[in-house]
């Protein structure tokens, strides 16, 4: 289903990898290299890296399409901070703690988007406006003198660009390196698209076994035989890098040859781009429709995955319905749940036998190597 605008256009960076691509060329290390086992295994990294990476680093909170209108809110636990995500009056995104400044109440539950003119207290019923500022309170002249310009809700600095939300508990963030990843956002319209489905899966193993799957195709034909490989050449991948994020891109050079890499649409059908948002996030784009996941640990052997599915518009047939279902089930409850997140999950198991001291990583596992070069660099 080609639902791509034909006014969207790609970066210079996408088709240059197309290009790269086209000639052949393949993203390989030039040696074999290797990785302690102990780092997907010890409690005292992960202390660390919870301390240096999540909470100094924007972190992905999802796509813009969570809020689709002005004066809604989401709720998000996944980082281990109770977080209420808002769009106000004017369209603005504002990402606050989800803790009343009365007595610490939470504020909110739900699943999905909720109205948000008025955030109200369950406890005593101090409202709150989209935008995190104390609206009202009851009996207010038992608060003598409370200045209420003082007491709205916890906000934490955030960005809204090329289509997702980031936040960072770090007021000291810049969002500089998400901000350079726009234009590439920008080219597939993750702002204008629909989220047709969004799931929480609870991965027995370490968030960096979660995304090293997705940092090198040398898989992708003995893992996913039965899914998407016949989608796939074996190991040919290309990418370079965007700031501190990885954009990766995977094809058929027989189809690269035979279009026009100028036209959109026809590229989108050749290439698969993948982008690896620093540090515990993954943008997959197929042909007609996008996947954000994004890894949230919990414990050193236990990590969050939210898998986010985006298609142009939200079905308007039983054709279309059918359509993203498949798509939805082939990703969702194949390729990502059961084989990805499987193996992420056998790796663990594996990993803490301490039977082994370091992991092997081939020349098509380039990805995988650098990823942990800049963790090292950042730890």
């Known amino acids: 289903m080609d639902a791509i605008p034909r006014t969207l256009r790609p970066t210079h960076g996408q ?31 992960f202390d660390h890296e919870t301390k240096r ?46 803790v009343c400044r009365h007595r610490g109440t939470r504020l909110l539950d739900a699943d999905g988007p909720v109205p948000a003119t008025r955030i109200v207290c369950p406890y005593h019923a101090w409202a709150y406006r989209a935008d995190g500022r104390l609206a009202s309170l009851p009996r207010a002249e038992c608060f003598p003198g409370l200045d209420k310009a003082a007491y709205g809700l916890v906000e934490f600095t955030s960005i809204e660009a090329g289509g997702l939300i980031w936040f960072s508990r770090d007021p000291a963030s810049d969002f500089a390196n998400e901000a350079l990843l726009a234009p590439d956002l920008d080219a597939f319209g993750i702002a204008d698209l629909h989220l047709y489905k969004r799931k929480v899966h609870e991965v027995a193993a370490n968030w960096k076994l979660v995304i090293d799957a997705f940092l090198e195709s040398y898989h992708v034909q003995r893992l996913h035989a039965s899914t998407i490989a016949s989608f796939f050449a074996d190991g040919i991948t290309v990418a370079d890098q965007i700031g501190r994020h990885q954009r990766a891109a995977v094809g058929r050079a027989d189809y690269l040859n035979e279009i026009d890499r100028s036209d959109w649409p026809a590229l989108r059908r050749a ?55 498949r798509s939805w089930d082939l990703l969702d409850g194949g390729t990502f749940g059961t084989e990805d997140f499987g193996a992420a999950a056998l790796g663990q198991r594996g990993l803490e036998s301490g039977l082994i001291d370091n992991i092997m990583l081939g020349t098509l596992e380039n990805g995988v190597a650098e990823f942990h070069a800049k963790l090292d660099a950042e730890l």
């Open 53 to 98: 990476l999540f909470e100094r680093f924007p972190l992905l909170l999802g796509p813009s399409a969570m809020l689709p209108h002005v004066n809604q809110a989401v709720v998000h636990d996944g980082y281990g901070v109770p977080l209420i995500i808002t769009r106000d009056g004017d369209g603005h995104v504002h990402v606050l703690a989800n």
């Open 15 to 45: 088709v240059a990898l197309a290009d790269a691509l086209a000639r052949g060329e393949a993203a390989m290390g030039s040696r074999m290299t290797s990785l302690p086992a102990h780092i997907y295994t010890d409690p005292a990294r």
């Open 271 to 325: 290439v698969t781009y993948t982008y690896q948002l620093f540090p515990n996030s993954v943008v997959i784009v197929s042909p007609d429709y996008i996947n954000l996941l994004i890894a949230m640990p919990q414990s050193v052997g236990h990590t969050l995955v939210e898998d986010i599915m985006l298609i142009p518009e939200e079905p308007q047939t039983n054709e279309a319905a059918a359509h993203w279902a």
